[in-house]
């Protein structure tokens, strides 16, 4: 009976030093660095088509995003280990070197039922080095199981099936290296076009996004969300045709058409939203914008590129703002 006695004391004293929590193996840490595969950059956890973001990066959205054939898009940031983005103004904040900005688009196979599955196109990687931003381009696989990087850019029929069971197709085109900096370029260098804290200023999910930035500490020397603007977002019928409408075009035609821009000498308008009205040229080049808006003559067609498809819902909300000027 003593020998017994000893082994359950053992037990229990053993018990009581070794608890059976299991340690969860560290996450690995981005990579902000251009590798063959996407998988390779640790921008996500678990299943890399199940699109998981890493707990090393955060999530974000648009107020008024970019029109890219009613493609879906997951957009996210990280940023180096103990840095943080400084407040610099409404547009965008300054990143740190390292800086890792992905977009992830996808076509739901039918957007009435999630549950059917989507298909992944590519990912888009922006990252700063050295003070400059890089872009690369990653085309997933029919597998699904990992995105392969390809600066040359290539063409991939897609269909899907729309909130309205409307089946949709187009030859996406996936952008070339040269496709993205034209887009991406002010003054000859290469810039992100999306994150401006304007249009990260509104409620998301119950909270506001920019306010959860700040308090999150993942921005410097911004007290509070309400010391930035606020883009409209450009399906809120409640706010007024004239700020929607130009939040559409600040996110979808401003990034050629502003000082710096690819069109800067090809075009006097000036489309960013911080830009009055008088100084845009929007009332003289009304004509203009309407026809190119609605043609698909090739060279002529607004955008230039990126887009294979014409936005109807955008062309609408753009043409009754202008019928109004």
Known sequence: MQKYLILLLVLVIYSCNNDDTITPAPVPAVVSEFRSNLSELNLFTGNLSELNITPNAFPYKLNTPLFSDYATKQ?????????????????????????????????????????LGRQIIETRILIKTDGEWVTGDYKWNEDQTDAVLDLDGSTLPVSWVDASGNTNSTDYVIPSNADCFTCHSTYDNLTPIGPKLRNLNFDLDGSNQLQQLITNQNIDGLASNSEVSSTANWLDESASLESRARAYMDINCAYCHKPGGFCENESTLRLTYETSLEDSQIIERNGSISFRITTDIPGLGMPFIGTTLTHTEGVDLIQAYLDTL
């Not at 957009?75 to 740190?96: E, H, Q, V, W």
């Not at 800086?99 to 039918?110: E, P, Q």
């Open 75 to 115: 957009r996210l940031i990280a940023l180096p280990k103990d840095t943080k983005l400084s407040y610099n103004g409404d547009g965008l904040p300054i990143f740190p070197d390292g800086s890792l900005i992905a977009k992830t688009f996808y076509y739901n196979v039918d957007e009435r039922d999630l549950s």
